[in-house]
């Protein structure tokens, strides 16, 4: 089973400024025959159902704000928040979706407003 | 315009059997390459996939589950039904059932809308 590791646990970062959370697989989620990787992220606020930012890690669902943005290859992943607006604390979520026998979500990184 | 809804208990006895049906619209379950999965998160904490089903009735569960849970699919009703056996007090929270479209023909595995969930408390 592939183990999806996030960091840190929570931040808090000023309005403006950019948050970076950060997602490892414990294997490769990269797929040689199509140079995809096979990673998503979601945003979760209070009270709500996840949300679907990006897939592929680093294609944006239609409607997200390009402050969103996902990078990384193979096991190692970022998902970049610029320029911090209040709207943005949630928990934010990875999750592989290579291992097609069973998918599996990172522990969350809370974001919060300093 | 997509909507899914999670239906069932909100509270079940210790040893019993869950049954939970996701009711959907705005796509069908016989299309290629789409598929409606079950995520649960108890209170508080992070996502933990269950299982998922395939337009082709291929199923999928979580290794450690494997054994308590089944997934099935009325395509005619639009549904969706989980049956988890044997609920214990740590099967408490937030159960989702989410729809992955198809991509380039096949499936996706990423989830573009959720229910809203239902509250499963598993207490005596």
């Known amino acids: 089973d592939i183990v999806v590791t996030q960091s840190p646990e929570s931040l808090a970062v000023s309005l403006g400024e950019t948050a970076t959370i950060n997602c490892k697989s414990s294997?490769?989620?990269?797929?040689?025959?199509?140079?995809?990787?096979?990673l998503a992220w979601y945003q979760q606020k209070a009270g709500q159902p996840p949300s679907l930012l990006i897939y592929w890690a680093s294609t944006r669902e239609s409607g997200v704000p390009d402050r969103f943005s996902g990078s990384g290859s193979g096991t190692d992943f970022t998902l970049t928040i610029s320029s911090l607006q209040a709207e943005d604390v949630a928990v934010y979520y990875c999750?592989?979706?290579?291992?097609?026998?069973?998918?599996?979500f990172g522990q969350g990184t809370k974001l919060e407003i300093k | 315009q997509i909507t899914l809804k999670e239906s069932g208990p909100t509270l079940v006895k210790p040893t019993q059997t869950l049954t939970l049906t996701c009711t959907f619209s705005g796509f069908s379950l016989d299309t290629s390459g789409v598929s409606v999965a079950w995520i649960r998160q108890p209170p508080g904490k992070a996502l933990d996939w269950l299982s998922l089903?395939?337009?082709?009735?291929?199923?999928r569960y979580s290794t450690s589950l494997k054994s308590r849970l089944t997934i099935t699919k009325d395509t005619s009703k639009n549904q969706v039904v989980l049956t988890m056996t044997n609920m214990e007090p740590v099967d408490t929270g937030t159960y989702y059932c989410?729809?992955?479209?198809?991509?380039?023909?096949?499936?996706?595995?990423?989830?573009?809308?959720w229910g809203q969930g239902i509250l499963v408390t598993v207490s005596s």
């Open positions: 089903i395939y337009w082709n009735d291929e199923k």
């Open positions: 294997q490769s989620v990269w797929y040689s025959n199509n140079n995809k990787n096979y």
């Open positions: 989410a729809y992955s479209p198809s991509e380039w023909g096949g499936s996706s595995g990423w989830y573009v809308r």
């Open positions: 999750q592989q979706y290579f291992d097609s026998r069973q998918f599996s």
